[in-house]
Every structure is written in C-alpha cells, then in structure tokens.
C-alpha cells in the first residue's frame, strides 16, 4: 500500500472541506477576516503569523492592512504549525 498516495488524498478531502466551510467568504480577506474564519481566534495571534509569514499575506502600505488571499488561509489551516498549536485553541476548525 502507498501511504505517500493516502497522505495526499486526505490533504485534498481536507482541502476540499475547508473550500466548501469558506465559499461565502470573499476571495481575498483582512487581518479581521481571517480571525472570524479561524473561529474567533485573537487578532494578535493572526497578526504574529502575519507578521512573521506563517500565514503568506500582502501589505498594504496604503491602507496599512494585511490582505491574503482565501486559499493561503487554507494552506495554513493545512499546515503543521496550525495542527500543532491548535489544540491550544478554545475554537477549532
């Protein structure tokens, strides 16, 4: 049995699953956003991630914002910094 194949299954289920639970979102989301999409987490938690590139973003000098576009939400959901702090979290997803 290739477990490589199995591996890569479930990661696109999971993908899959996020895409469906965020379709109503906006393509590309704020700093706020992403903490609604997260469950409610701190806007501190995202913007250290934000910050020091866990979660990929652009940033508007002109708005002072950070702007990322859905699927790299996702890409953190996905990721194992997420899955390893997140059963620190109150809220998961």
Same mark, same amino acid.
């Given at each position: 049995? *290739?477990? #490589?194949?199995?591996?890569?299954?479930?990661?696109? !289920?999971? $993908? &899959?699953?996020? =895409?469906?639970?965020?379709?109503? +979102? @906006? #393509? /590309? /989301? *704020?700093?706020?956003?992403?903490? $609604?999409?997260?469950?409610? /987490?701190?806007?501190? %938690?995202?913007?250290?991630?934000?910050?020091?590139?866990?979660?990929?973003?652009?940033?508007?000098? #002109?708005? %002072? &914002?950070?702007?990322? @576009?859905?699927?790299? /939400? !996702? #890409?953190?959901?996905?990721? @194992?910094? +997420? =899955?390893?702090?997140?059963? $620190?979290?109150? %809220?998961?997803?």
């Amino acid at each position: 049995m *290739d477990t #490589d194949n199995i591996h890569f299954k479930d990661q696109n !289920i999971l $993908k &899959a699953k996020y =895409q469906n639970i965020f379709k109503d +979102y @906006p #393509d /590309v /989301v *704020d700093m706020r956003t992403i903490c $609604k999409m997260l469950g409610g /987490v701190s806007d501190g %938690y995202i913007r250290r991630r934000l910050q020091n590139g866990t979660i990929r973003s652009f940033f508007i000098y #002109d708005g %002072y &914002a950070y702007m990322t @576009p859905k699927t790299w /939400v !996702i #890409d953190f959901l996905m990721s @194992p910094e +997420y =899955q390893d702090s997140k059963r $620190k979290l109150k %809220y998961q997803i």
